[in-house]
T-cell receptor, first 115, second 116 residues
Framework: AQSVTQLDSHVSVSEGTPVLLRCNYS??????LFWYVQHPNKGLQLLLK??????LVKGINGFEAEFKKSETSFHLTKPTAHMSDAAEYFC?????????????FGRGTSLIVHP | EAGVAQSPRYKIIEKRQSVAFWCNPI?????LYWYQQILGQGPKLLIQ????????DSQLPKDRFSAERLKGVDSTLKIQPAKLEDSAVYLC??????????????FGAGSRLTVL
């Protein structure tokens, strides 16, 4: 069985400071991992994905994530937070199960950015 | 390219009534997903279609929920009868296919259901 755990339900940062959103996964096989963002009253949008190539993955809007197999983690980071980054962030694991890939979402982390 | 279309955007019904949601995926996308997102939680997969066949529906409450994807394009999700705990946003997503872990999902704007 596969699962994903987002360790923080809320993260609060000041504008201009670094962002760290934590995600741990559980999978019996090599997973594909994703981060999606959901802005208020908008649809879910892909930020970045890891699919067994480079372990450091760069995404849109300056976000990046590092796949660490030994720690089963896929934390999302950004050097400098902007007010526009305030949103809900979801970590997703996709593992082949009975011949098909089933994407499973974490519970989400709400990023709050203070001026 | 046109995105994933969903309707209605908002629906308010009383418990025990029925409701249906419609989804039109991106043209050419063979895989279609319905997720339920309850306030404060992550999306939960209800059903996944590959063309017009079901890949996974293990979390679909089959006593009240049903979904179909006729002709492998549009899909309809129905709830009958609705319960208070069905209040949620119902998200439709599509992707090229399900045989790759690199599959990126494109989501629609969602249909918000309130059950009174």
């Amino acid at each position: 069985a596969q699962s994903v755990t987002q360790l923080d339900s809320h993260v609060s940062v000041s504008e201009g400071t670094p962002v760290l959103l934590r995600c741990n996964y559980s999978s019996s096989y090599s997973p594909s991992l994703f981060w999606y963002v959901q802005h208020p009253n908008k649809g879910l949008q892909l930020l970045l994905k890891y699919t067994s190539a480079a372990t450091l993955v760069k995404g849109i809007n300056g976000f990046e994530a590092e796949f660490k197999k030994s720690e089963t983690s896929f934390h999302l980071t950004k050097p400098t937070a902007h007010m526009s980054d305030a949103a809900e962030y979801f970590c997703v694991v996709s593992v082949r199960t009975s011949g098909s890939y089933i994407p499973t979402f974490g519970r989400g982390t709400s990023l709050i950015v203070h001026p | 390219e046109a995105g994933v279309a969903q309707s209605p955007r908002y629906k308010i019904i009383e418990k025990r009534q029925s409701v249906a949601f419609w989804c039109n995926p991106i043209s050419g996308h063979a895989t279609l997903y319905w997720y339920q997102q309850i306030l404060g939680q992550g999306p939960k997969l209800l059903i996944q279609f590959q063309n017009n066949g079901v890949v996974d529906d293990s979390q679909l409450p089959k006593d009240r929920f049903s979904a179909e994807r006729l002709k492998g394009v549009d899909s309809t999700l129905k709830i009958q009868p609705a319960k208070l705990e069905d209040s949620a946003v119902y998200l439709c997503a599509s992707s090229w296919e399900y045989l790759s872990g690199a599959n990126v999902l494109t989501f629609g704007a969602g249909s918000r259901l309130t059950v009174l």
